[in-house]
């Protein structure tokens, strides 16, 4: 029998994390022995998670190896300067005209001492460790994913030390080029540091990965050996399984997951509260399904229109919950940054989206990523934020087809993202 390699996972979300930014990992290490590597996870002891889901830690392998050390947050620090600044520790903060002056100043702070994110603290104690762990320890190859991109940093400094230790950077959102980041309100020198740091984490890593086609393109300009692969869906048993609904039952367009104000999709909101407005029967029949966290000044737009009676704001449910919500919902939207620089986003929830069998309605830049997965699995329809008329033809013909009883489609091509067949690729890449 042929022992497996040894591969080190260095990640900051883990379960009990919630969100998007622990599943890529997570089902990574579920999946890695099936292809010849037993993985090890170094976390820290006792981060500030922003959302926490107990039931994901049930999906961890009492084989997997957990190794752990403290890291220091500044983010009681930060939240003085407000309590919306508690979205920080989720990558989010206020924008426009619903910045105050203290969401400002923290902005500032947050992008020009805290580089590249608030988890640096962790760097030294982590590099202190696992130098020492490794000297002990033998092992094939280690991955530091991000962000944080302070995980990148480890990377460098073990990289540096280990020269022979394969280094994978894994990148589940890029650096420099996220949407975010020409708000974060940098000085030139900050700016400077950033896009450094991110140029040697390219040239020094032996394998770069984006989680989208366009980013690793923009990784490979940048001097990266990059590869993409996406983010996928666990299970396929459950897909296309048709929902029994009731007579009474309505007409459910759903979002899962985490909304702020950089992705609103105000057009739909428009288009929504239109509808409901004409048409009766839409307005008796419709339900806007909101699983997550909203941004607060969403909900409270949303509120004031003629959308109100409409919308089941259910909260941050454990990810099975979330799931059976998207199986128990007809239409399923999905929003990226309007900007043509974020056309390399693909969230993560598309693919659990895809594994439903249900329509999927989605926002953001011309000719995106994910609007080529949607056109190539004939699963849904992409839009700008503009076209008013063409969203709303859209909207009718989902509801004319779910009266009908057709809420089902049937997705081709998806079995390339699955979680299992995603692993068996980075095997290969390895």
């Known amino acids: 029998m042929i022992d497996n390699k040894k591969i080190l996972i260095i990640t900051y979300y883990w379960p009990p994390a919630g969100g998007p930014g622990v599943q890529r990992w997570l089902k990574f290490v579920k999946y890695l ?6 993985p090890t996870v170094f976390i820290p002891e006792n981060p500030s998670y922003p959302i926490i889901d107990k039931t994901l830690a049930k999906e961890v392998s009492t084989d997997v190896e957990i190794i752990k050390t403290k890291i220091w947050e500044p983010y009681q620090i930060a939240e003085f300067f407000g309590k919306d600044n508690k979205k920080f520790k989720a990558g989010q903060f206020d924008v426009g005209e619903n910045q105050s002056w203290k969401s400002k100043l923290s902005i500032w702070v947050r992008g020009n001492f805290f580089i590249p994110d608030a988890r640096v603290f962790w760097v030294k104690p982590s590099v202190k460790f696992l130098k020492k762990y490794l000297a002990e320890n033998h092992f094939d190859a280690f991955v530091t994913t991000g962000p944080p991109h302070s995980m990148h940093l480890i990377g460098l400094n073990l990289k540096k030390e280990f020269p022979n230790l394969k280094w994978v950077a894994d990148f589940r959102d890029p650096w420099t080029e996220i949407s975010y980041y020409k708000h974060l309100k940098l000085t030139k020198s900050a700016d400077e540091k950033h896009r450094n740091l991110e140029r040697e984490v390219f040239k020094t890593a032996d394998i770069t990965l984006a989680t989208s086609y366009s980013d690793a393109e923009n990784f490979r300009k940048k001097g990266a050996h990059a590869f993409c692969i996406t983010n996928g869906f666990d299970e396929v048993k459950q897909m296309f399984q048709a929902q029994q609904k ?29 509808l409901m407005r004409e048409d009766e029967n839409f307005k ?55 900007d043509a620089g974020s056309k390399g986003i693909i969230p993560g929830k598309i693919f659990e989206y895809l594994a439903t069998g249900k329509q999927i309605i989605s926002f953001g ?66």
């Open 33 to 38: 022995p099936e292809f010849g590597w037993k």
């Open 246 to 274: 009731s007579k009474d039952s309505k007409f459910t367009l759903s979002y899962i997951g985490v909304l702020e104000q950089l992705r609103n999709p105000e057009i739909l909101w428009k288009v929504l509260a239109e």
């Open 284 to 338: 008796n029949k419709f339900e806007l399904k909101f699983v997550g966290r909203i941004d607060g000044r969403i909900l409270e737009k949303i509120e004031r229109s003629a959308l109100k009676d409409a919308v089941k704001n259910l909260g941050y449910l454990s990810h099975s919950k979330a799931n059976k919500e998207m199986q128990q919902s007809d239409l399923l939207l999905i929003t990226n940054f309007p």
């Open 365 to 430: 830049p011309p000719e995106s990523d994910v609007k080529k997965i949607l056109d190539e699995t004939a699963a849904g329809k992409h839009f700008i934020y503009d076209g008013f008329a063409e969203v709303k033809e859209f909207i009718l013909a989902q509801f004319e087809q779910w009266q009908q009883g057709n809420i089902l489609t049937k997705p081709q091509n998806i079995e390339q993202f699955s979680r299992r067949n995603l692993t068996k690729k980075l095997s290969e890449i390895l």
